[in-house]
């Protein structure tokens, strides 16, 4: 039987990308999400790390070590 129509459907534009060109920038943001999380380790050793007196250099070489 024929209902009145009551405004419920909408038309939407959206964008749609090939599969494989999100897969590829997925994997991207989860390479980039990765070094996000190492540099801030390593500025949290930083900022929260104090040397023993004379020995900035020992943990400074530490922190470039790491960081290569």
Not at 43 to 56: F, I, Q
Request: charged share 30%; hydrophobic share 40%.
């Amino acid at each position: 039987m024929p209902q009145p129509y009551i405004d419920v459907c909408k038309d939407k534009k959206v964008e749609l990308v090939y599969a494989e060109v999100f897969d590829r920038w997925a994997a991207y943001a989860a390479q980039i999400s990765n070094r996000i999380e190492l540099l801030e380790s390593l500025v949290r050793k930083l900022a929260l790390t104090k040397p023993h007196e004379g020995k900035w250099e020992h943990s400074y070489r530490a922190l470039q070590k790491e960081s290569r």
